[in-house]
């Protein structure tokens, strides 16, 4: 039996813990200072707010400049043509924050069969036509997704195969990493994207960063792609519109995740 003395400091370690949570969490503007009124209405809709840039001035969604060091400055270090933010915020709920996260960028074969709205078509079609893990960059094997995970680790990578409407099978490596307060999740191309036998993109020459971090209004999500093309792809494909197609997928994939995963019984922030 505990005496109460060892009760007491338990009791205070355990406010400790608590306190240093993520749960606790940060709050939005504390995170995002600088947007404005109009576009914080957006961020706190269903669909969030979602920019595209040509060149890398005028970014309007950036966040506070510790996070901004953190997820912004590697892609804008790459120099790249065209950039697409996107910012939005999935109601707070107590029993979801890393875990469900996690475990929902972990089902890549849920990006299969989602769909975006094609304009020379004129309807929604499929983005991906088949979506799976590989075992790496020379060794393609498929891989089955992992079960919902109780943990998440501190990093992981893994490869995936993606057959792009456009693009065909393209290639890219996944980075995730955590820490106490976000997680985040870094999408780039290990296999050059073409179009009708054309070179797009060259390896590496796309790159997407999302993170997550649970605020006390909820999970808040920022990501940030960039691609880099040369002048005569940029006249024949329309790659801002590319880039948002398939980060808007993305974004899709994974708040569906989120929200749809059940709740566990000792849920992690």
Known sequence: MLSPRRRILIGILLMGIKALSPACGRSFDALFPFLNAADKATVFSSGGLIISIEGQDGLRLGPSSALGSAVVQPVLAQHPGFLVE????IPRTETKGFIQVYNALSKIRNLKGRLYHSATRDKDIPL???AT???GVKKTSLLPDPPDAHAVPLSETI???LKDVNFGNSYYRAD????QQGLQYTLANVKTLSYLFIP????GKFIARLYFEPL???IVLYSIAGADVSDF???QVDIPSAIRKRLEVIIGWVVEGITQAPPLEDPQP
Not at 86 to 89: G, K, M, N, P, Q
Not at 176 to 179: A, P
Not at 200 to 203: A, H, L, N, S
């Open 216 to 218: 006390t209004e909820g």
């Open 86 to 89: 996107a910012l939005l915020v």
């Open 176 to 179: 995730l990493t955590r820490n």
């Open 233 to 235: 792809v940029a006249s």
């Open 200 to 203: 797009v993109m060259k390896e």
């Open 133 to 135: 893990r590989i075992t």
């Open 128 to 130: 991906f036509e088949d």
């Open 159 to 161: 490869y995936i195969r």
